[in-house]
């Protein structure tokens, strides 16, 4: 994890770059892209499963910011409201995705599981097998999320986000926030018990 002066360093060149932007040099987004694309990219990924969603949501997270880019206030963390974009882009493709799947009803292939890394020390060849069935039940489950939820689970429990935060990003009350979290967690440890059982 970067350090707080790297963080506040970084701040300042984004808010040099933003404001560069907002003068009317466009080269000066190509650092924010720089800077950003990764943590987006991992953001997205986590969110959608798939490699090709997940560039599609940068793109268009950067896109949208680029647009939106001349109401960014300075004070405000360049960061944090490009993570809020690109959280809601990923929203909208989870939301054309779902509308997709109900209309042609085919299920996804495994190849579309998330890469989710579970925490194992030097784990042994029974250890790994266990790991990969459940990585793949978890897999699973994340898809029979609504991508509300899904996006609400993923900040809440891969992102480290606070109740508060999935609120303002999704512009609902921190109740009902909470209450997606719950109902995704609900959801997940229902769809995982027959693993963790025979995990015991």
Known sequence: MPSSGLILEMEANDGVAVAQVQAGDREAFRGLVERHSQTIFRVAFRMTANEDDAEEVVQEAFLRAYRSISRFEARANF???L?????????????KRKHRQEQSITHGDEDDAPEIQLASTNPGPEREVLSSELQQRVAVALRELTP??????T????????????????NVRIGAAKNTVFRAVKKMRRALEPAMRSAV
């Not at 993570?83 to 939301?95: G, Q, S």
């Not at 900040?155 to 999704?170: A, D, Q, V």
Request: proline letters at 0%; a negative charge; aromatic letters at 10%.
């Open 148 to 153: 509300v939820e899904r996006i609400a689970f």
């Open 155 to 170: 900040m809440r429990h891969f992102e480290n986000r606070s109740i508060e935060e999935i609120g303002k990003t999704l």
């Open 83 to 95: 993570y809020r974009i690109a959280v809601n882009c990923a929203l909208d493709l989870l939301e």
């Open 79 to 81: 960061g944090t409201w």
